[in-house]
């Protein structure tokens, strides 16, 4: 038997890298690309769209704060399932969890490539995409510290340019309006508002906010994963609702009617309008940076370590959880997700993505919220004092009803598609378990 032992993935992320690593995902101008659509399905009351973003999405962050305390280990909700209720169910949560991470940057990468086709109509768009995917494999397989770095780098820029938007933003409304221009109509129509608005608005949110989970995937490469985890999602989740709350409603007043925007380029318009040709250009260039690198860079990171910790638990082939012996990441899934994200996004359209994506991850998390309730609430008992009520009763099944509301509002082709993957699941964990005869060899971490 051989006495060499097996790399281990590289512990080097603090909690700063762990909150950039989540706001990065998220994106901090993620608005910018989809403030058309989203104003026009809101009447003209974008920021309130993330306003009830932020307040629904918490509870959920809530239920992996909780996880992640408890079992600090790489794998996200495939992993948090897997220990609070069995192997099985854990597998499928994974599984359905997988349409998120697998297919989000395959819609990153194509939304991308359409941004730099109208910026430079001779390249074609599976050419922008095979770069990004080359350049972010290299980064990630590199180590998880460049990926931070990287991360790091852009979010400044991002942030830069968000900040030179606000300003020029403020300064023409001022110019146009004065004070009164700043009023609280985007945040409130009360002819408009009602039960169907909000769940709207939450479905609409709920995408925008995809990414803060991924967090959770670098337990086994955070310093302090049981301290820092929960509160690094949590943070990112808050500072990246302010970000988007604050540049959807600088938008909104500079264009107030929602009835004559062009929902492609809506945001770039407003910001023509407040600071000329230089400032819609810079944004479009700073997008495609973000977008095109550190997102997908991060959930490409992300995507290869819910394969990796799978893997790990034979319920995919072992293969995908070799780490690299001199970086310590796990390279061969992190060049199995660029390869599929290149295949996708070349063959795929943007809507169809979407539609994966937003069913994987809806029913990934309420699994998890049920999972919390389960574990913590009935099999553990800690019911005990206000604190164990709220955290183990009250924020799972609210959690739980919020997203459940988003699912049922999906439309005929998204619930298709989602049973159809759920169906290639159920089959794939009766053949590895043997009917679910058997358990998988899974990681003993308690």
């Known amino acids: 038997m051989s006495n060499v032992k097996e790399p281990t993935l590289k512990v080097a992320l603090s909690y700063k890298d762990l909150v950039i690593y989540g706001l990065v995902f998220m994106v901090v101008i993620a608005p910018m690309s989809i403030f058309g659509f989203v104003s026009k399905e809101s009447h003209g009351m974008a920021p309130l769209v993330y306003v009830v973003g932020v307040a629904c999405m918490i509870f959920t962050a809530l239920s992996y704060r909780k996880m992640a305390k408890r079992y600090p280990i790489a794998g996200s909700v495939y992993a948090y399932v897997n220990k609070a209720t069995n192997p099985h169910i854990g597998f499928l949560a994974g599984w359905l969890i997988m349409m998120d991470y697998l297919f989000a940057p395959a819609l990153l990468y194509a939304m991308t490539a359409a941004w730099c086709v109208n910026l430079v109509p001779f390249v074609p768009g599976w050419v922008w995409i095979a770069v990004f995917m080359l350049t972010n494999c290299w980064v990630n397989i590199k180590g998880i510290e460049n990926t931070a770095k990287a991360d790091i780098f852009i979010f400044s820029i991002s942030l830069i340019s968000l900040v030179i938007f606000l300003g020029f933003g403020v300064h023409y409304l001022l110019n146009t309006g004065g004070v009164a221009a700043f009023n609280l109509t985007p945040f409130y129509k ?15 949110a709920a995408l925008s906010f995809l990414g803060f989970d991924g967090i959770s995937t670098l337990a086994e490469e955070a310093k302090e994963p049981t301290r820092d985890i929960g509160k690094a999602i949590l943070a990112a989740l808050l500072i990246v609702g302010v970000f988007f709350i604050a540049q959807c409603y600088i938008a909104t007043l500079i264009q107030p009617d929602f009835t004559k925007m062009d929902p492609d380029t809506a945001f770039f318009d407003a910001a023509f309008m407040a600071g000329g040709a230089p400032l819609k250009i810079m944004l479009l260039i700073v997008n495609i940076l973000a977008v095109g690198v550190a997102n997908t860079l991060a959930a490409q990171a992300a995507a290869s370590r819910i394969v990796y910790g799978m893997a790990r638990d034979r319920f995919l082939p072992s293969m995908f959880a070799k780490i690299h012996p001199t970086y310590r990441t796990p390279w ?25 994506i937003n069913f994987g991850a809806m029913t990934s998390f309420i699994i998890l919220n049920v999972s919390v309730f ?20 009250i924020c799972p099944l609210l959690g739980t009803a919020i997203l459940s509301y988003v699912w ?14 759920l169906a290639i699941g159920v089959v794939i964990g009766m053949v590895k378990t043997r009917f679910y005869r058997t358990l998988p060899q899974a990681v003993s971490l308690s």
């Open 190 to 204: 009360p002819d408009v508002i009602n039960p169907q608005f909000i769940g709207t608005a939450v479905t609409i």
């Open 332 to 356: 061969i899934s992190t060049l199995a997700i660029g390869a599929l994200s290149l295949a996708l996004g070349v063959t795929l359209s943007i809507d169809f993505l979407a539609k994966l």
């Open 374 to 393: 389960w574990m913590f609430f009935i099999k553990e008992k800690q019911r005990s004092g206000p604190g164990n009520i709220t955290s183990n009763l």
């Open 408 to 421: 049922i509002n999906f439309d005929h082709n998204t619930m298709e598609i989602g049973f159809t993957w």
